[in-house]
């Protein structure tokens, strides 16, 4: 399964983005049953979680740091999951990627079982 992120960009302190990671190759009608994530890294730091959904989304995981700022969902009929991002400070720039997970729920908390990963959307918030 290849995942795509997309939606990054330059955006000012206080504002909003939407990313979005679309699924696709031989197995992409599989995806519907994985839990599908996103992390972050931000230059000179080590990649972090920032969030989670199960795989019908029921269940949700956030990192302590972006809760209430951000939130997951997922299309499962579009094999997509999607990330908004509200309130962005420079300390959210980062390349963002999306990840899939073995199971149907992540390991951890999100923080484990990861799968498959996206190549990552740049998101930079600066004024």
């Known amino acids: 399964v290849q995942l795509q992120a997309s939606g990054g960009g330059l955006v000012q302190p206080g504002g909003s983005l939407r990313l979005s990671c679309a699924a696709s190759?031989?197995?992409?009608?599989?995806?519907?049953?994985?839990?599908m994530g996103w992390f972050r890294q931000a230059p000179g730091k080590e990649r972090e979680f920032v969030a989670a959904i199960s795989w019908r989304g029921e269940n949700l995981y956030y990192a302590d740091s972006m809760k209430g700022r951000v939130t997951v969902s997922r299309d499962n009929a579009k094999n997509t999951v999607y990330l908004q991002m509200n309130s962005l400070t420079p300390e959210d720039t980062a390349v963002y990627y999306c990840?899939?997970?073995?199971?149907?729920?992540?390991?951890?908390?999100?923080?484990?079982?990861?799968?498959?990963w996206g190549k990552g959307t740049q998101v930079t918030v600066s004024s």
């Open positions: 990840v899939s997970y073995r199971q149907s729920y992540p390991g951890n908390s999100g923080r484990d079982g990861m799968r498959d």
């Open positions: 190759g031989r197995y992409v009608r599989t995806i519907s049953n994985n839990a």
